[in-house]
């Protein structure tokens, strides 16, 4: 499914017709960046938001969730370093007036040239067979060599002249390498400037006396400063989390590829506190608790992988992302960052406060260290969604569609579908629709012919389609459809809960 860029077209479509997500107010046309999730969309995100909040606060004992603001003093994000640090090298255009990210341009150029050394190595495996070494290959080839260097100098170069603030060098750069505007191939850029890429807004009703205000750019933020409160209420001991899921906004400079990256979107972070000094223990420990936890869903194994960062945020000592394999390639799903003490030792030097931790067995105190977990939801749903999303060739030649979504995230478990609109066949129908949906949602469909009712559950994504017909008034039972086998079996009403229970019970997923 990689690098398809028609599978991602069928993913966007897919996800408007049967009720995912629509583009923000698109009555006036849209919002660039901004999407509305739809009456499936808004059950499916519930539902993965449910499955992480329980796996990592309720299965956790030291791990507690709250809810801060998305509001928060502007201090907050003075002290983060998000005021003087959160930004992106922007350059224009002049003649197309297209605006792009000028490092993104120079990574862009520099993995061509990594793709061209590629090819060449490719070409020579080929040719050369099994006697062919591939390092001496690498080491040796003057074309190979030639495009290997130049990339690692273009990278090095940006990434000194970013380290530095020299952003006329990112602009010389860009010249020397001769790099054109990607859609109409013009040279002709403007200086490279600095972009904060948090959205600012007021608090106060006169313009004289309003206060500047963010919107918050992370939810991490709104768990350090509660930091000593929990610790306080909760009786908290160190090491132990706290959770958070809720909006986080970001002016990005260039926002494509549908929901991967928005202007609005939401995060799943925990903030875990440990002692100084055990904090590369627990990096570890939470890059592999996360990895299990998207393991779990089974959306094969081979879709993810690491990639532990060289060039570190000022706040860390550690980080790495969890890539998954989108329709357009393996690009970061979830971060895990070891942040040190500096946020809570900004907010100390900021507020005046202290954000220390009395350790009984140490009998001392200090600042914790934090090691973090921060997941993007929507790109998790983007993750599911593009990779549920199958053409299937069936037994007798035709095609089907089908959203094969992890049975426990699915937006409607169970559809129940009376076989005829008449002999009493709806009433009963509804009557287990009535009684299921005490526990689950499930929705009644009657209309179309009941292989047009399958079809449809199946692009929509419903694991269970539950059918009501003649013989349920002799013996009350029911056939059950399954979604991805498309078997089917007759059981009693009474078993149509056990059975949907097995299947989509958070427990027997997790575990
Ligand atoms: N508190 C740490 C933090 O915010 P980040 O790597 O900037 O780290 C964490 O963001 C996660 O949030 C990313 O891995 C991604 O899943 C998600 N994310 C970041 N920017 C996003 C955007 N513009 N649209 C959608 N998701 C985004």
Redo the contacts with the bound molecule.
Sequence with gaps: MANNEDQFKKVVSHAKEYGYIFGSSEIYDGLSAVYDYAQNGVELKNNIRDYWWRSMVHMHQNIVGIDAAILMHPTTWKASGHVDAFNDPLIDNKDSKKRYRADTLVEDYAEKLNIKAQKEIAKAKKRFGEAFDEEQFVTTNPRVVGYLTKKKDVLERLARSLDNEDLADVKSLIEELEIADPETGSRNWTDVRQFNLMFGTQLGASAESATKLYLR????QGIFVNFLNVQKTGRMKIPFGIAQTGK?F?N?IV?RQF?????E?E?M?MQFFVRPGEEMKWYDYWKETRLNWHLSLGLGAENYRFHDHEKLAHYANAAA?IEFNFPFGFK????I?SRTDFDLKAHEKYSGKKLQFFDPELNESYVPYVV?T???L???FLAVLSHSLQEETLDDGSTRVVLKLPSVLAPVKAAVLPLVKKDGLQEIAQKIVDELAWDYNVSYDEKDAVGRRYRRQDAAGTPFCITVDHQTKEDNTVTIRDRDSMLQERIPISEIAGKIKELVSVRNWLS
């Design positions: 750019p992370e939810t991490a986080a970001r990005e926002a929901i991967f990256r928005m202007r979107f995060q972070e992302d970061e799903l979830e971060g960052h973090e921060s997941i993007g929507d790109r998790m």
